[in-house]
């Protein structure tokens, strides 16, 4: 199975990239595979971050599929 990590904003300066291809587990679940990003990049758990698979906000229980996109973003305010 392979998923598709994209980082935008300070993630993507921390990660030194905008996207990464992971191969998970069969039905891993979006927190696990946010724990093997941060091992990668130990720099983004120092950031609140955001997640969305597919576009939709994410809480880290969903379970990934096949061809899942994986946005990681940092928290962002404006007024």
Known sequence: ???????FGMTADLAGRRELILS???NARCGQVIAEVIDIFPELS??????????VY?????ILREGDELAIFT???GG
């Open 1 to 7: 199975m392979t998923v598709k990590v994209l980082f």
């Open 58 to 62: 994410a809480h880290g229980a969903e």
């Open 75 to 77: 928290v962002v305010s």
């Open 46 to 55: 120092k950031r609140k971050m955001l997640y969305s698979i597919n576009q």
């Open 24 to 26: 998970p587990v069969k």
